[in-house]
């Protein structure tokens, strides 16, 4: 009978950290980020079709960094457990709190038991519907530990850098002005960014039940 | 995926976009009653929808009685919903498998939008609808029958689209009106007799009040609008621009703008007959 090697669980944790750390830091990062009427989340995204930044539920939005298989995965697991939730209880009792919890223990549970961790960060928003001070940014990290935000968080491999060129966040400021620093954070300083390397979506407080909205094209050019 | 408590859902059975698979798996679907249900009990009942198609798209309305038996049991339930932003569903039948068939469908439309990234067309919509209501049918068996319209405005076709069902979950679409309930025979009726191509919205609008308004004056579970109350049909429209349902100041303008009419110009059988210059035309 073959004995495996031993190796210090500090060890096991430490790889399996590192090899996640990796796998996001190839893709590229995003922000998401309060402003005036909402919450605004701003991805680099060449492609028109494969979304990083999608629609949860009424009040609640989703985004992914790494691996597009892995948090599309997560991002319809979200979708599932808030439409459950909505229609045993009311719309209502749905909340990212308990969303981001759920992703906490289901990507913790992952990155201890299984062969390999997940290769994501995540981000769950939720804007309260009338009061701004509600609004709130989850952040889950690939070992299933949690943060939360109130101002504004940034995902991806590049984070620490992107933080730096965020000094001039402020709160309450307008979609257009929040957006064009969150663009400039992403583009750093030797590239632009135009609207077509972007994917960006608000959650808009106002009279919609569903707040969720793309925001594309011309109308995307003319905020930035 | 690694299983957990709150996704149901093991690899082997992924239940895709749709969100009655999704709830048949997590074990909460309603169960089937054991006998005929109308023989125990005086069920409640919705009665009377009628939709038409104008030039923008459709106008749906509903009136708002239902009955158990001989006995008004709600004077202001509603029977039209908006099934997403360019559709809707209007029920009749047994109030309560409706009022959840129709929760289930706009959850339906919504789960997969957001599951699949884009809506499902008008067809696939109205399609579900009858799956729906084909896995409705041993309730139906039981005396709790749900008969729908749907209507919507085709964002392909750019034109406002009908269809009528049956309890089996037969879906038949209908070019200019339809209607369902009790009082379908009457309101279909007046529908039939006033519909013209391109109609403007107004006409549409007092076509399907007056619809109901007759319906109400020969079928005894259909509700006449009450004045009294305030209490008026629900009625809106679904054109491109989405679901719109009308105010009640609008809709009050015109239930008395149509007995004026009736008291006026049909003198003392005004109420009994549509005169030629009466028609909402």
Redesign the interface.
């Known amino acids: 009978m073959s004995q495996p090697f031993y190796v210090a669980p500090e060890q096991v944790m430490k790889d399996r950290a590192d090899y996640a750390r990796k796998g996001i830091a190839r893709g590229r990062s995003l922000i998401g980020s309060t402003y005036d009427g909402g919450i605004v989340i701003c991805a680099e995204n060449t492609s028109n079709t494969l ?1 990083k930044v ?3 539920y009424d009040r609640i939005g989703f985004a992914g960094v790494g691996k597009y298989n892995e948090f599309d ?1 997560l991002r ?2 979200g ?3 808030a ?2 939730k ?3 209880y009311s719309r209502a009792d749905v909340d990212a709190r308990s969303l981001a919890n ?1 992703y906490a ?2 990507l913790g ?2 990155f201890t ?2 062969m390999k961790p997940m290769e994501v960060e995540i981000l769950v928003a939720e804007i309260g519907l009338t009061e701004p001070e509600r609004d709130q940014l989850f952040h889950i990290l690939y070992d299933g530990s949690v943060t939360d935000h109130t101002t504004y968080v940034v995902l991806g491999g590049d984070a620490d850098a992107l933080r730096e060129r965020m000094a001039d966040w402020a709160p309450n400021k307008s979609l257009s002005d929040t957006l064009k620093l969150l663009v400039a954070a992403l583009a750093g300083d030797d590239r632009t960014l135009v609207a077509d390397d972007l994917e960006v979506a608000v959650l808009e407080r106002g009279e919609e039940r ?1 707040t969720f909205k793309r925001i594309e094209g011309d109308d995307l050019t003319a905020l930035l | 995926m690694t299983q957990t408590p709150w996704n149901p859902t093991s690899p082997g059975a992924d239940p895709g976009s749709s969100f009655a698979e999704l709830l048949r798996q997590s074990g909460l679907e309603p169960p089937v009653p054991q006998g005929d249900v109308s023989e125990t009990f005086d069920v409640v009942h919705g009665t009377t929808c009628v939709a038409v198609r104008y030039a923008d798209g459709v106008v749906i309305a509903g009136d708002r009685r239902a009955t158990s038996g001989n006995l008004i049991s709600h004077r202001s339930i509603e029977k039209v919903f908006p099934a997403d932003r360019h559709s809707a569903v209007a029920i009749a039948g047994a109030a309560g498998p409706a009022v959840e068939m129709v929760k289930l469908f706009q959850l339906q439309l919504e789960h997969y939008e957001k599951v699949e990234g884009t809506s499902l067309s008008l067809e696939g919509k109205a399609n579900q609808l009858s799956q729906m209501l084909r896995n409705n049918l041993p309730m139906a068996m039981q005396g709790l029958a749900v008969v729908p319209i749907f209507a919507g405005y085709d964002l392909a076709a750019e034109q406002g689209r009908l269809f009528q069902y049956d309890v089996t979950g037969g879906r038949y679409e209908e070019l200019d009106y339809t209607a369902t309930g009790s009082g379908s025979l009457h309101a279909g009726t007046v529908a039939k007799i006033h519909f013209r191509d391109n109609m403007t919205r107004d006409q549409a609008v007092d076509l399907v009040i007056e619809s109901l308004f007759q319906a109400a004056d020969a079928d005894s579970a259909t509700g006449l609008p009450d004045l009294i109350r305030g209490l008026y049909p629900v009625v809106a429209t679904i054109s491109a621009d989405g679901f719109d349902r009308l105010e009640n100041d609008e809709l009050e303008t015109r239930v008395r703008t149509l007995i004026d009419r009736y008291t006026t110009v049909g003198g003392r059988d005004g109420g009994n007959s549509l005169s030629a210059e009466g028609g909402p035309q």
């Open positions: 979304r999608s629609e949860i995965q319809i697991a979708v599932r457990h439409d459950l909505g229609f045993n759920q223990n289901m549970q992952v038991h299984e569903r």
